[in-house]
């Protein structure tokens, strides 16, 4: 490590000397300015440097006939500025600019630098709708996924009519990239504006079964979201979304999806989410789910993070669909592995799920006790709230001296004011609860 | 969905701010300041989440709810001088975000061959189209490290193509770059197996002394 750091070190003259697209690929001007922040001496000599930087940059803005190549090198500049809080307002209208009539690489700055300084309600918004437009419907690919990025990022409800139509049409574009991004898009029209969006919840049944599993998922995104909203209306598709998961887990997809030997995680976890809405409190639903459930337990590999996250998510489906004994058992037992973990983060999710659990199997925490009180012990300050939480909800007639003397104890040795005001709380309401 | 992704060095400077969801110049600095202050003083082996704290409370004194309530968590990573920090609300799986930031960090490491933070400074604007290309509108697009560097690569060429580079100044470039590659080949594949307690600490991040 030391080595290759010396190495780093002793090349470093080599890449500041570079010229305009030399190596490091950056403007001698950009390299001085960072040179001197690195040896500036205090904070108010940082300061004089940006506000330099800054009324630089403007003063270069403000020169007619800039190159777009040269306008580009200004905007990252301006980006960077921006980035440390410096107010680069009269920048904007360039990088709008920029955006419109640059080659690729200078388009992308633009768009870039617009969505990072401009946002939905700014009143220059408007003068991208026609570019973004005829980004849409350029042939080139790269255009049209920049038009579809700029359309997630910079959308507001007034443009969504003006583009909808292109958007909703690049649904059906060979390049499952294209597809992808078109559907986060409409994502992000529904969550602007759903009642705008709803004659095509038809074409979003059909991204489900798009041929390209990555475009599937993408669209486990509007789903979750949808079923959220209203999971009547989605009921009839719990069959489709638990062979989904069975396919995932039974190893049908390409070996591109698979992270660390688990196939497609991510879509994994979103799938379980959306089971467990549709599941939650209907019975029939829930009996659809049970046996891929069961294997998703069996098969879930524990010797990564992202097993844990499935097998995580997993258990909290069970908890929230219609009891199945069977299932709560396995799954108790799976909470236990989290629990007896040397890793923090995994004993923070055993004791989120415990407390998930306590409504359908109250026994559940008896058995973890002594993990428990480590947890209570633990130095680590969100664990160890994580825990009173637990010990909170876990409270009954027999325990609750006890529950609350360690409470007390709590309250009196932290000096965080948002968990000493949350520990108050909960005393209170306990002594409201059980008054002897 | 996630909020926002931020990623400052161990001394609180930013290195690439992402806010997919409005807020004022003021109020993003005072996001990463207070970001900053909550991870820093975290030890080394406790969980890699935050939440609640002075923000989810709402009860904020001077100002009001940052960033959405209480129904929103911090999930960080520590790699040698820099923090990677996702604010994400209760829709996000903790570890699944845990190892989309490990993705994101592969992916650079990749797409820079054998990244610092030099290159976070320098181009800002190549690590925000990686980051295009992993998390679009909030929420997750693309989690294969392998599919995102072919996209940066597509992009890439044609980038080379309409700046009508010429052979030469390639070539110095990648013999300098061929001299470090050794080592962090097997440092990258190294830090790839490693487990989630024993963070991959050693990923390329070094801390350059002229530097702060």
């Known amino acids: 490590m030391t080595e290759v750091m010396e190495r780093t070190l002793a090349s470093l003259p080599m890449f500041m000397k570079g010229e305009l697209g030399g190596p490091f690929g950056v403007s001698r001007g950009f390299q001085t300015l960072i040179k001197a922040i690195g040896e500036s001496q205090s904070k108010h000599e940082e300061e004089r440097i940006m506000k330099k930087e800054v009324s630089y940059l403007q003063q270069k803005l403000t020169q007619p006939d800039i190159s777009n ?49 401009l946002h939905e309600d700014h009143e220059l918004i408007m003068l991208l709708i026609n570019t973004i437009q005829k980004d849409l419907k350029s042939t080139n690919i790269l255009h049209v996924c920049m038009g579809l990025t700029a359309v997630c990022a910079l959308i507001s409800t007034e443009m969504i009519p003006a583009l909808l139509p292109m958007v909703e049409d690049k649904l059906q574009h060979p390049k499952e990239v294209v597809r992808k991004k078109a559907i986060m898009a409409l994502h992000r029209f529904y969550l602007k504006a759903p009642n705008m969006v709803q004659h095509i919840h038809e074409k979003f049944r059909k991204v489900l079964c798009d041929r390209d599993p990555g475009v599937m998922g993408a669209s486990l995104n509007i789903f979750y979201d949808l079923i959220k909203e209203d999971v009547e209306k989605h009921r009839d598709l719990t069959n489709t979304f638990a062979c989904i998961m069975k396919q995932v887990i039974g190893g049908k997809l390409t070996n591109d999806f698979t992270y660390h030997s688990v196939p497609a995680p991510w879509i994994q976890v979103q799938l379980l989410r959306i089971l467990g809405m549709l599941g939650a409190g209907h019975k029939k639903n829930s009996e659809q789910m049970y046996a891929v459930l069961d294997e998703t337990l069996d098969k879930s590999e524990i010797n990564h993070n992202i097993g844990y996250a499935v097998l995580y998510e997993c258990v909290r489906t069970v908890t929230a669909i219609h009891p199945n004994p069977a299932l709560l058992e396995k799954a108790a037992e799976r909470i236990g592995r989290f629990l007896r973990s040397h890793s923090n983060n995994l004993r923070y999710l055993g004791i989120t799920a415990l407390t998930s659990m306590l409504p359908v199997l109250p026994g559940v925490a008896g058995e973890h006790q002594l993990v428990v009180i480590e947890c209570l012990d633990d130095p680590d300050e969100t664990l160890q709230r994580k825990t009173l939480d637990l010990l909170y909800r876990m409270t009954g007639p027999t325990n609750v001296t006890v529950i609350c003397d360690r409470l007390i104890s709590h309250l009196s040795t932290t000096a965080d004011t948002y968990l000493q005001s949350d520990l108050v709380t909960k005393i209170t309401q306990l002594a409201e609860r059980y008054p002897s | 969905m996630i909020k926002a992704i931020v990623v400052f060095n161990n001394h609180g400077k930013p290195r690439l701010i992402k806010f997919f969801q409005h807020y004022n110049e003021d109020m993003q600095q005072q996001i990463v300041r207070e970001t900053f202050h909550l991870v820093s003083k975290r030890d080394e082996n406790v969980c890699n989440f935050l939440e609640g704290g002075r923000w989810a409370s709402g009860k904020n004194s001077d100002s009001e709810n940052l960033i959405g309530g209480s129904d929103y968590k911090i999930i960080y990573r520590h790699y040698a001088t820099l923090y990677f920090v996702f604010c994400v609300d209760s829709s996000e799986s903790e570890l699944g975000i845990l190892d989309l930031i490990q993705v994101f960090v592969e992916t650079l490491d990749k797409a820079f061959e054998n990244v610092c933070e030099l290159d976070l400074i320098f181009h800002v604007d190549k690590v925000h189209y990686i980051l295009q290309e992993l998390v679009m509108g909030g929420m997750v697009l693309e989690t294969n490290m392998t599919e995102i560097v072919t996209r940066i690569e597509e992009q890439s060429k044609l980038e080379k193509s309409e700046a009508g580079l010429t052979a030469v100044p390639e070539r110095a470039a990648s013999a300098v770059k061929a001299g470090l590659a050794g080592a962090p080949a097997r440092v990258v594949s190294a830090a790839k197996n490693l487990d989630l307690p024993k963070l991959p600490s050693n990923i390329q991040l070094p801390n350059l002394p002229s530097f702060r």
Do not use: P, W
Not at chain 1, 77 to 104: P, S
């Open chain 1, 69 to 117: 190549k040269h306008m580009k090198e200004l905007l990252v500049r301006l980006v960077y500025c921006n980035m440390l809080g410096h107010d680069i307002t009269f920048g904007y209208i360039h990088a709008l600019k920029l955006a419109q009539q640059g080659g690729l690489v200078e388009k992308r700055v633009g768009y870039l630098a617009v969505s990072l300084f």
